[in-house]
């Protein structure tokens, strides 16, 4: 399983008149932690990209446990727990500065060639970066 956190601080403009972030900007979060956590392991989206593949979003789950306030710093636990074959899939946690679970949910990519459209293999680069962590 492979394992990565990153921070954000909750800005004005992701809150709701009530003070809560707003319910869309979950799926924001766990997009910061799925590209960071990439590019932890020397990966980037640009490069994918670049190099003939895309990442659609195939299917997101979220679940709202607690609500995240204005200047929350949020600590995004990013995992891998399988390894991937033509889909990818991304587990998040969302905590406050209080260690509290706030939110959980994933998010299944899939690899597809650019230019075909069609479904492929998880590139070999990824397979062999993520390998050491199964």
């Not at 990565?4 to 800005?11: F, N, W």
């Not at 990209?49 to 929350?72: C, T, W």
């Not at 905590?95 to 509290?100: D, V």
């Not at 998880?122 to 993520?130: A, E, F, R, S």
């Amino acid at each position: 399983m492979y394992l990565h956190k990153i921070q954000v601080r909750v800005r004005y403009g992701e809150t709701d008149r009530m003070g809560y972030v707003y319910y869309g900007n979950y799926p924001l979060y766990y997009e910061v932690g799925r590209v960071e956590a990439l590019r932890n392991l020397d990966i980037s989206y640009k490069d994918l990209e670049e190099n003939g593949i895309l990442m659609p979003v195939l299917s997101l789950q979220i679940k709202y446990i607690r609500p995240a306030f204005y200047d929350d710093l949020l600590t995004i636990k990013t995992e891998i727990r399988e390894m991937p074959a033509s889909r990818i899939i991304f587990h998040h946690e969302i905590y406050n500065e209080a260690e509290t679970l706030l939110n959980i949910g994933s998010v299944e990519l899939v690899f597809l060639n650019a230019a075909t459209g069609k479904p492929i293999r998880c590139p070999n680069k990824v397979i062999q970066v993520l390998q050491k962590y199964f």
